[in-house]
């Protein structure tokens, strides 16, 4: 009996002292074990003096982890001993079993590090739908309560340090993560991202030899004031994306450029003038005002060849007798075309070869549009604008082939010259050499390529001053905004160090915050982020 009781402990209890297992009962829901603690004694735990002197014993249910899918209900008798200390205020002291029990404990250890795990995979609801499934009965309060009972990881002081933002409400509020970059480990959240938080934060930890930061003002200013011993490295990846952008401005700014890539379109034949629309009128077929008269023209004049009197022609079309007998007088529907309907000037006549000229070099935006020509005295509605070029929207237009959009050939440029095609080579090389200032972007963007993927840093300077000698606007102001941190790019582009685990930690607090429905706390979520 002993050998089974001993061969059941080891099964049930392998890590935990002090156990002996008594009995077990299966039924189809629930394992019951009954044991109880053999210990010599106890340590009272406000005088710390130890006790064997038994006062009396009870019995605990803790919950314990689940087996087969069955609830396993752990009926342990604890006993209670005496304090031998005389002047100690606690009089009895009740035994816990170390790696089993704690003080009003109403779960097993093991059971509440499991919960603790499913917490911070799965957080409350989905925890606690889980633990469900796995045989444990328990609510998401008591998941998310166990996640905060966890201790603080003990993280050694980093040496190279890595600082992004990720937003808890995007465009409202940030935080600030912190990732050791050589571990690629979280090291710290902060609730916000202001620079004195992050300068408290270094000011802490002094062995910081390295930040690794994106060009943020408040960072940079936090790195400053925290660490001034460290190295401030900006990151690549967005010196790159940086440059995309300015460059993709720059191609938007020279689109006219890009026409040389379309074949002129041939001359459209001209077609003879319908019989009945002679080439002089001066509205059109498809003008509703004009389309309206004609066809009320056509059905005046065929009841009236008919036979019917104009009285009649009145009540059949309801018209007033005064239109009918114009329409009646009227040899050809051309002939009513007067009055407001012909040569009347408009606010926009002026400022009509402006939009034609910006219609033609692709800005088709009518609110863009409006807003470029009010500084030049344009005093007309924006509803006008629109509505003439809805007008040239709606037109027939010869069927063209369009030129590459400035994203295209911006991503001809960026990219690397053995990668492209040979037609985009080709189209490449005629846009270069249609516009100078293409070209030298061209140069431009593929010696800081080279200067990035090298870490050749020190030619940074030179390529500044190259750049403020061309006509490229954008490039010109990311060449400042790189001058006011000129000290974090060149060491960006020198260093081997990067903020690409930063990034990937940003994504996985996205998913943590997303997972909870965005409904959790800040401790909540520093806790999934520091301990999962």
């Known amino acids: 009996m002993e050998e089974v009781a001993l061969r059941l402990k080891e099964l049930l209890f392998p890590s935990i002292a002090d156990v002996a297992v008594l009995s077990v009962d299966v039924n189809f829901e629930i394992v019951r074990v009954d044991a109880q603690s053999v210990a010599d004694g106890d340590v009272c735990p406000v005088c710390g003096v130890w006790s064997n002197r038994v006062h009396g014993s009870y019995v605990r249910f803790p919950a314990d982890v689940p087996s087969g899918g069955r609830s396993v209900v ?3 008798r604890v006993r209670r001993f005496t304090c031998g200390n005389s002047g100690c205020a606690r009089r009895t002291v009740v035994e816990q079993v170390p790696g089993l029990t704690r003080r009003y404990g109403q779960r097993t250890e093991r059971l509440r590090s499991t919960l603790a795990a499913v917490g911070l995979a799965l957080a409350g609801r989905a925890g606690a739908r889980i633990a469900h499934v796995l045989g444990v009965s328990v609510s998401r309060s008591t998941v998310l309560r166990l996640v905060d009972d966890l201790p603080e990881p003990e993280i050694p002081a980093p040496r190279v340090v890595g600082v992004d933002e990720y937003a808890t409400r995007k465009g409202r509020h940030y935080g600030t ?6 571990t690629r480990r979280p090291v710290d959240l902060l609730p916000d991202r202001e620079a004195s ?5 270094l000011a802490e930890r002094p062995g910081v030899q390295v930040v690794c930061r994106d060009r943020a003002p408040f960072f940079a200013e936090g790195a400053s004031a925290g660490a001034p011993q460290a190295v401030q490295v900006a990151d690549r990846w967005h010196l790159w994306h940086n440059l995309s952008e300015a460059a993709e401005r ?7 450029c890009l026409r ?6 041939p001359e ?10 002679p080439s002089g009128s001066p509205w059109p077929t498809g003008h509703r005002f004009a389309d309206r008269t004609r066809s009320r023209h056509a059905a005046v004049h065929a009841l009236l060849e008919a036979g019917h009197s104009l009285r009649s022609v009145q009540r059949q079309l309801g018209m007033a007798w005064h239109t ?5 007088d009227a040899v050809k529907p051309e002939d009513l075309f007067t009055g407001q309907w012909q040569n009347r000037t408009s606010v926009l006549d002026d400022y009509k070869p402006y939009l034609d000229d910006r219609w033609n070099d692709g800005i088709t935006n009518a609110w863009k549009l409006w807003e470029e020509i009010v500084p030049l005295g344009y005093e007309g509605s924006y509803q006008r604008v629109r509505a003439y070029l809805h007008k040239k929207r709606t037109s027939p237009r010869p069927v063209t082939a369009r030129p590459p959009s400035p994203r295209t050939v911006s991503r001809w440029i960026l990219r690397r010259p053995e990668t492209l095609t040979e037609h985009e080579q080709l189209q490449l090389k005629t ?3 249609q516009c100078p200032e293409l070209d030298a972007l061209t140069l431009h963007v593929r010696s800081f390529a080279t200067m990035l993927t090298d870490r050749q840093g020190e030619r940074l300077p030179a390529w500044l001053d190259a750049v403020r000698q061309d006509d490229l606007p954008s490039l010109h102001t990311l060449a400042a905004g790189i001058d006011r941190d000129i000290d974090a790019v060149t060491a960006g582009l020198t260093l081997p160090w990067s903020s690409g685990a930063v990034e990937g930690h940003v994504n996985r607090i996205k998913m943590l915050k997303r997972q909870m429905f965005g409904r959790a706390g800040f401790q909540l979520l520093r806790k999934r982020v520091l301990l999962a």
Not at 197 to 201: G, M
Not at 324 to 328: E, I, L, M, P, T
């Open 74 to 76: 752990l009926q342990l």
């Open 177 to 182: 993560v912190l990732i050791d970059i050589e």
């Open 197 to 201: 938080s992050l300068a408290a934060w």
């Open 250 to 256: 720059a191609v938007a700014q020279h689109r006219r």
């Open 260 to 265: 040389a890539l379309v074949p002129a379109a």
């Open 268 to 277: 459209p034949e001209s077609e003879p003038a319908p019989e009945d629309e």
């Open 324 to 328: 009918v007998k114009r329409f009646s």
């Open 431 to 433: 846009v270069r050499t």
